[in-house]
Nanobody
Framework: QVRLVESGGGLVEAGGSLRLACAAS????????MAWFRQVPGKERESVAA????????WYPDSVKGRFTISKDDAKNTGYLQMNSLKPEDTAVYYC??????????????????WGQGAQVTVSS
């Protein structure tokens, strides 16, 4: 059974940093592509970072490029999203997702098989 558990969310002031972690069990992250998404009420889930199966390719939307960094720690079987220079508009529930089928699924949530339960990130102005 695959399980993804996010941690590291919380409340931070604008300009601050947070690092989200996604602990995986039942799936080996070094053999799978991974992404982070976020969602606010009333809006569609959007991707904020994606990384390919072996980690050689990453993708970020312009809204977070240069501020967010996705990574995987193979030894810990944990993925991370480092978020710097946070803005109030980054406030959302953040989800990690994993796909075992494609080398680099990209940004569409429909292409990911497994999902975590979400972690709230709130950025105050």
């Amino acid at each position: 059974q695959v399980r993804l558990v996010e941690s590291g969310g919380g409340l931070v002031e604008a300009g601050g940093s947070l690092r989200l972690a996604c602990a995986a069990s039942g799936v080996t992250l070094k053999k799978n592509a991974m992404a982070w998404f976020r969602q606010v009420p009333g809006k569609e889930r959007e991707s904020v970072a994606a990384i390919s199966r072996n980690g050689d390719s990453t993708w970020y939307p312009d809204s977070v490029k240069g501020r967010f960094t996705i990574s995987k720690d193979d030894a810990k079987n944990t993925g991370y999203l480092q978020m710097n220079s946070l803005k109030p508009e980054d406030t959302a529930v953040y989800y990690c997702a994993v796909d075992s089928r494609a080398y680099f699924p990209g940004s569409s949530p429909r292409l990911y098989e497994y999902w975590g339960q979400g972690a709230q990130v709130t950025v105050s102005s």
